[in-house]
Every structure is written in structure tokens, then in C-alpha cells.
């Protein structure tokens, strides 16, 4: 029996969280997805690693392949037995072309759903302080394309009509006939000075409005260069637009951030630069895992082997905690072996990771480096204890040198080891060359000398000039050092080595705010 069947799914707007939990999880479920330009890309990260994608456009000049095209390769992909996800901006019913593809489907019996979307007709205007109704202003809306089947006269609409029973039009696809709708509605009895916005990749940090009459809106649109993919709104809830504007406001709104820092370490920064209304980017550029180098794994086993012995272990990150469990539970070893030792966690975070495995770090030292752990172990070090440090491969040194001064008997492991990771680089160079990334965040050093090398490796022969005209934004005197010597000036810098503290300085910092991006 032939299990292929086909997912005709609404991607929504462009927020990737703005699409339904039935498209996620028909994109989880794929075996191959067919995806279109405004199908936000960052969604294809939730497919399975052996996902096939298929980009079938469509940029407004150029379109990759045909709909009758698409729609047959869906069919054929299906006939094979593939599980196959169409992915399409906003809801796919509306100017979608599902229909067309739904009906091929079902003149050859392959099973399909439609799994609607936030459809940008309604979502880009409510992003820019617009509801399309109001019980003020309007009863009714309608979704209407400014872009006619070529094969129909312009005119075939019925403007006449649309003028007079309609309170609220939203125009999809019209920008290059804005001057046509304009006169149209003129010309059917619609007030020149009624109110008109368009909104330009509604959702997504490119996000930008400009608002008018229909008298006057052409002539800003030509002013402002203002291209699609933009909807058109007109009627008198563009006026609430004053009063409701509220995406702007956020502290990050039209800021594309990208987030370097390893996807395991990275949710906390990505949920706060979304919940500011920036738009998050994830290229991780470090993955960690376990030591692989012979002598670092003996050198493990052998400390980890006489875990009872040690006065002190002390753990300076997140991570350090988390593989320092999983290389005992690799060996089968009982953390109840750990009985006889102080514990001690560098900061906050580390502690938290230490109390959801059932430890409570007996130290905490308020400062985050080295010098911190110290003040706060002072007291209670003594000459000849034994202590384990399991750290990264990349940890700094000043610690286990000072506990040496002491007298005390270090054992440094290296718990796990960061790797260079290269994840979606073509979108990555896309994004970079279209000038479409406005701030990269650099958590460690490893972050900029790794997004060098991962851009080297995708073949940019100069990352520094693809880097140009990019806010810089660092974590810590360490990163900005290791950033600064790459070349990059900084623009904001957190006061504390913290991801709180880093988003603050983005906020804060007034680093210059770009109106349009070169996004095309
Ligand atoms: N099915 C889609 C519409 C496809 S037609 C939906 O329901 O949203 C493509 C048009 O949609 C574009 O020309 C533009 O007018 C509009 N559009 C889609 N996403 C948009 C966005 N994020 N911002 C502004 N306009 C958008």
C-alpha cells in the first residue's frame, strides 16, 4: 500500500511562532518539504535531519518552477510514498493556489490536509496596530488581490461594487498597482483623503509601515521606495494605527540578532531577544561533546576513577555540569561517590544546574571569574587537599594555578570539548550578504574565532568585510579582546558576563537603528 500523502500547510506570516501546532508537527513528520519564499526558512529546522527540501520559489520576478509544476511534483513525491509538507506563506487558502494543488491530489486519490495559517492579510496589518474590523468603523473586510490572473482584464474586479459595500479592503500583491487601486476606488466614490498603510514583510524584523491617503499614498510609496511583499490596507481602521502601533515599540523591534552560542546553551538568549521584539537568528557556531582525544578520555577515566578521594570539585559552567553527569553515568558511576566532597559552583546558573540533579553546591561565589571562587573558598582552603576541576577544553587557566599556589593537589579534567559547527550556511551567507543581520552576539571567545573559521569554511574568502556594517555585541572584556583583534569593533558590551546583562546593553547601547533593510 502506498503511504504517501501530502501536507498543504499555512506557515503563517513570518514570526516563526505564528504557525499552527499541526504545521509544526507536519513538518516534524516530512520526508520532504516544498517550500516557498515566504515561508519563514527558520521553520525548516524542526524537520528530521534526513528531510529532503525542495525551494520552488517564487520571487516576485522570478519563479522557479511553475504552479503546474509544483503542484505535479507534489504529486509525484506522494506517488513514491514520500510524506511530503508544502509549506506556504500565511494561510494557504487565501491567494495560496492550494486549490490548485489540492485538486491534482485528489484526482489521483493521494491522501492531503489542509492545515490553514495566520494568513498576512489579517496578521500584517494587527502587527502594525491595524484590525481590520472595528465596531467603530467597519462591518466587513475584504481580502482581495491587487495582482490579477494575467489572462484577466485589471478591470475584471468589480470596483464599483468593492467601493461602496466594503469598510475594509486589504490588498495582497499590489504594490506595482497600488496606483491603479488608488484610482479605482477614487474614481468608484471612495474619499481621496480616505486612510491607506502599507505594510512591508509584516512580522518578520524588516518589518516597516507607511501610511496615507489614497490621494497621497503613491507618491510616498514612490518617495520611500517602499517594494513588495507588502499588504495594502484601506479603509478608516488604518487611522487606529496612531493609538495601537505596538510591535514598534519593543526595545528590539527591527533588529535581526544572531545568536552564535551553541544551540544547547542558546534558548535563554533567543527567548529574550524575542520577548523584546527582536528577531532571533540561531547559527550556533560551537556544538560541544565529549572528549575524543585518547589521552582526555584516560586522563577522565583515571580522575573520575577515584572520584571519593577528592576534598573539592568545583564546576564553572552549565555545561561543565551537565557532562560532568553524563561521563559518570557513561561509566556507571553512583554520584553518592561524590559524598565526601565540597561542592562548588561558579555562579548562579551553575548552581541551578547542580540543585536539578539533587546537589546543592555548598559554595557560590558571587563573582563569575576566577578571582570570585577564590575570595569565597579562602577561608576553608587548605595545603595538601585534593581538588577536581572538570572544565572545557578552552578553560581559563588562572584557577587551578592559584589553588596549586595554595598547596592544594589539582586534577583538571577536560569534560567535554567544543567542536567547530557549520549549520545552514547558504541562509547564513544570504542573510549576511543582503546586509540582513543587524547585531551578532559573541558569548565567548571561541564564538568569534569559530564564525571566522565556520565562514571561511563556506568558502568567504574575507569574513571581515562580509562582517562590515554588523553591530558587534559582547558578553565580556575576553570576547571583546578576542572580537577587537579580529577586527570587529565593538558596539555594545555587557557590564556583566551574563545574557541578561548583554540583551540590557543591546537596549541601551543606541547603536545606529536601521529603517529599511536591503532585503529584497
Ligand atoms: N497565502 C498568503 C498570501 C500569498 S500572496 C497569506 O495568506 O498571507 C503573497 C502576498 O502576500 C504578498 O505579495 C504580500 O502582499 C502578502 N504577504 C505575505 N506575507 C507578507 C508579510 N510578511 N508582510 C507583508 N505582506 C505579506
Redesign the pocket.
Known amino acids: 500500500m502506498n503511504k504517501g500523502r501530502v501536507f498543504l500547510v499555512?506557515a503563517g506570516?513570518?514570526d516563526p511562532k505564528l504557525i499552527s501546532v499541526r504545521g509544526m508537527e507536519a513538518i516534524q513528520r516530512a520526508d520532504v518539504i516544498v517550500y516557498d519564499r515566504?515561508a519563514n526558512p527558520r521553520l525548516l529546522k524542526h524537520r528530521r535531519p534526513e528531510a529532503e527540501l525542495i525551494f520552488v520559489g517564487k520571487l516576485?520576478d522570478k519563479h522557479i518552477l511553475k504552479q503546474e509544476e509544483i503542484s505535479q511534483l507534489l504529486l509525484d513525491l506522494a506517488l513514491q510514498g514520500k510524506v511530503v509538507t508544502r509549506l506556504?506563506?500565511?494561510?494557504?487558502?487565501?491567494?495560496?493556489r492550494v486549490g490548485e494543488e489540492a485538486e491534482l491530489l485528489a484526482e489521483h486519490g493521494v491522501t492531503f490536509d489542509i492545515i490553514p495559517?495566520i494568513?498576512?492579510?489579517i496578521?500584517?496589518p494587527a502587527y502594525a496596530g491595524i484590525p481590520v474590523t472595528h465596531r467603530d468603523f467597519t462591518s466587513s473586510v475584504a481580502i482581495v488581490t491587487?495582482?490579477e490572473y494575467p489572462n484577466k482584464t485589471y478591470s475584471s474586479l468589480n470596483w464599483d461594487h468593492l467601493a461602496k459595500a466594503i469598510g475594509t479592503m486589504v490588498?495582497?500583491?499590489?504594490?506595482a498597482n497600488l496606483e491603479q487601486i488608488c484610482r479605482e476606488l477614487i474614481r468608484c466614490g471612495k474619499p481621496a483623503d480616505m486612510p491607506v498603510a502599507l505594510?512591508?514583510?509584516?512580522?518578520?524584523a524588516d518589518?516597516a509601515t507607511i501610511t496615507g491617503t489614497l490621494g497621497d499614498i503613491v507618491e510616498k510609496v514612490r518617495a520611500a521606495d517602499f517594494k513588495?511583499?507588502?499588504?495594502?490596507i484601506v479603509g478608516e481602521v488604518v487611522k487606529l494605527r496612531e493609538k495601537l502601533a505596538w510591535v514598534e515599540k519593543k526595545p528590539l523591534f527591527g533588529r535581526r540578532i544572531m545568536v552564535t552560542r551553541a544551540r544547547s546553551q542558546a534558548s535563554e538568549l533567543v527567548d529574550l531577544i524575542d520577548d523584546l521584539g527582536g528577531e532571533p537568528v540561531e547559527f550556533p557556531v560551537i556544538r560541544m561533546q565529549p572528549p575524543t582525544k585518547p589521552e582526555v578520555v584516560a586522563a577522565l577515566d583515571a580522575a573520575l576513577a577515584r572520584l571519593p578521594e577528592f576534598d573539592w570539585v568545583i564546576l564553572t559552567s552549565v555545561n561543565g555540569v551537565e557532562y560532568f553527569f553524563r561521563s559518570l553515568r557513561e561509566r556507571g558511576i553512583d554520584i553518592r561517590k561524590l559524598g565526601g566532597a565540597r561542592i562548588v559552583a561558579v555562579g548562579p546558573k551553575t548552581a541551578e544546574a547542580l540543585a536539578e540533579r539533587g546537589i546543592i553546591a555548598d559554595v557560590i561565589p558571587a563573582k563569575f571569574q576566577g578571582e570570585g571562587i577564590l575570595e569565597a573558598l579562602e577561608a576553608e582552603l587548605r595545603a595538601g587537599q585534593k581538588a577536581l576541576l572538570p572544565t572545557a577544553d578552552l578553560a581559563r587557566d588562572y584557577l587551578p594555578k592559584r589553588l596549586g599556589e595554595l598547596g592544594l593537589s589539582v586534577t583538571e579534567v577536560d569534560i567535554y570539548e567544543n567542536v567547530l559547527s557549520v549549520d545552514d550556511g547558504d541562509e547564513l551567507l544570504q542573510l549576511l550578504t543582503t546586509q540582513s543581520i543587524h547585531i551578532i552576539t559573541f558569548t565567548s571567545s571561541s564564538t568569534v574565532t569559530n564564525l571566522f573559521e565556520a565562514l571561511r569554511q563556506l568558502g568567504v574568502e574575507d569574513p571581515l568585510s562580509l562582517l562590515q556594517g554588523v553591530e558587534i555585541a559582547c558578553i565580556g572584556p575576553k570576547t571583546a579582546e578576542t572580537a577587537a583583534k579580529a577586527g570587529l569593533p565593538i558596539t555594545y558590551m555587557a557590564e556583566e558576563a551574563t545574557v541578561a546583562s548583554l540583551v540590557h546593553s543591546m537596549i541601551q547601547g543606541g547603536g545606529m537603528h536601521h529603517e529599511f533593510s536591503n532585503r529584497t
Not at 513588495?228 to 495594502?232: D, N, R, T
Open positions: 499555512g506570516p513570518g515566504l516576485p506556504k506563506g500565511g494561510d494557504p487558502s487565501v491567494f495560496g495559517g494568513t498576512s492579510s496578521a500584517v491587487g495582482h490588498f495582497l500583491m499590489g504594490v505594510v512591508r514583510w509584516g512580522t518578520w518589518q513588495s511583499p507588502a499588504v495594502i
